[in-house]
């Protein structure tokens, strides 16, 4: 017990004379504890103080760009899928091959598949929650129909922006819905335009016509003369009709002014208005001339309207009015340009008035990769890929590929197809195609289906325009 004590009270006599021995150091060591201190305090005082001077833009940007990257690193992996109208080898080879390439840059599997039915195979998936990601739009009207059903998503920020840098309002405002935007420019077409072979024309003694009184006269002439003047085809799936509404816009707005056709397209006169219907049966009325037709299928509503450029080129007609898409849809290895196959301007009276037309891409899913692409398929850089691939699919000529982006290298393009976007950027008026506009019940419904009937001679015009003027939602 005594030793246990002991132990005890030695234990705690050396812990006191090591208290002792810390606590018994000279002043000197004790200034320079103290000063190291303060230098220590000043010193975390200037670094807080250099962290809140840091601008607020450069920590704004740090943490954009490490959001960036992880995003981008996030993509590995992942899988888009687009849908759309266009489907012929050229058309959906070359969207693929565009696509293929950023996939491959971004570890992206993106697939577009491209179909005649599109139109009524987006509603079906629609319809059924199962939507694609992405799809590709001939119709204005159709996405602001699918955004106001709240199918379709607003661009982001980030993406709204590159949108607005690479294209001019003229061609954004159409996947503008309500002030927001939702789509997005990826092809431009011009419509008003007349294809035919200049070596013919010579050979035969015609001019290009310079006034539509002048076309109207000219194909008389042809007729006279034993030539059939038009190639006329309107069949195309699900989509049969178009071609003859494209023949009405252009007529409306060379006859009855941009005014009138916007006033149209947004229903601010009836479907019905007197002169619409006064366009329409002139459409009916030309087409009708004995002898001014040609069309391949056996009638006009059962010839593709793709279909008419074999019966061009072998001369079984002098002209074609068809938008500059058309090109694509000539054999690989045709003769474009003064030597081959040409365009004219669909010309008017009065003034130049262009109608065009184009596609756009919209997104029902919210997800970084689908962003990634959309941001992607704005830029230069899609439509240049595309463009190449096209042009390479068809032989190495002309695309059938038109893009009015900003950036874009015009010399991917051959003369005919420069040609033709200085003449959408020549134009005194350019109206998009108004079926396009109008709302899909419509522009891509009845003005489809009740102008067939009217080609087909079932109805006159004021009883299909009464019938599409009923539909109007």
Not at 30 to 39: H, I, L, N, R, W
Not at 98 to 106: K, Q, S, T, V
Not at 131 to 149: E, T, V, Y
Not at 319 to 338: C, E, V, Y
């Amino acid at each position: 017990m005594r030793d246990s004590r002991l132990l005890k009270l030695l234990s705690m006599l050396f812990a006191f004379g090591l208290l002792a021995a810390a606590c018994s150091g000279d002043d000197d060591s004790t200034d320079s504890a103290d000063e190291t201190t303060e230098d220590t305090a000043a010193e975390e005082a200037e670094s807080e103080e250099a962290m809140e001077e840091e601008p607020e833009e450069a920590m704004e940007e740090e943490a954009m760009e490490e959001e960036a990257m992880e995003e981008e690193s996030s993509l590995e992996g992942t899988t888009v899928v687009i849908t759309g109208p266009e489907r012929s080898e050229d058309q959906a080879g070359a969207i693929q091959a565009a696509l293929d390439e950023f996939g491959a840059e971004n570890g992206i599997d993106i697939t577009y598949t491209g179909s005649a039915d599109w139109e009524a195979e987006v509603n079906v998936q629609v319809d059924a929650g199962s939507p694609p990601d992405i799809s590709i739009f001939p119709q204005p009207g159709k996405l602001a129909d699918f955004a106001r059903d709240g199918v379709l998503l607003p661009l982001p920020e980030n993406v709204a922006a590159a949108t607005a840098a690479n294209w001019s309002d003229a061609w954004t405002v159409f996947g503008n819905v309500d002030g927001t935007q939702v789509g997005i420019p990826v092809k431009t077409d011009l419509k008003s335009l007349v294809w035919y072979k200049p070596a013919l024309f010579a050979e035969k003694g015609y001019e290009v016509p310079t006034t539509f009184d002048a076309f109207v006269a000219l194909v008389g002439d042809m007729i006279a003369n034993g030539d059939t003047p038009l190639c006329v085809g309107i069949e195309s799936g699900q989509a049969t009709g178009w071609a003859y509404t494209d023949w009405v816009e252009e007529m409306v707005l060379r006859f009855e002014g941009a005014d009138v056709y916007d006033q149209w397209v947004n229903h601010e006169i009836p479907f019905n208005d007197e002169r619409i219907v006064a366009q329409m049966q002139a459409v009916l009325d030309l087409w009708n001339t004995e002898g001014a037709v040609f069309a391949n299928g056996g009638t006009i509503a059962s010839t593709n309207f793709g279909d008419n450029s074999v019966p061009l080129v072998d001369e079984d007609c002098m002209m074609h009015r068809q938008a500059s898409f058309f090109s694509g849809f000539f054999d690989p290895g045709t003769t474009f340009g003064a030597d081959g196959v040409d365009v004219f301007y669909f010309p008017s009276n009065e003034g130049a008035p262009v109608l065009g037309a184009g596609t756009l891409v919209a997104a029902f899913a919210d997800r970084p990769e689908v962003w990634a692409v959309m941001e992607y398929m704005s830029g230069a850089e899609y439509a240049a890929r595309r463009q190449v691939a096209q042009s390479e699919l068809n032989g190495g000529g002309v695309s059938g590929f038109l893009s009015a982006v900003n950036g874009l290298d015009q010399g991917l393009y051959t003369e005919l197809e420069q040609s033709m976007l200085a003449a959408l950027a020549s134009a005194d008026v350019v109206r998009f195609d108004a079926s396009d506009l109008m709302p899909a019940d419509v522009g891509a419904g009845t003005f489809w289906t009740e102008g067939t009937a009217a080609v087909n001679g079932e109805k006159d015009a004021q009883a299909a325009a009464d019938a599409i003027e009923a539909s109007w939602p």
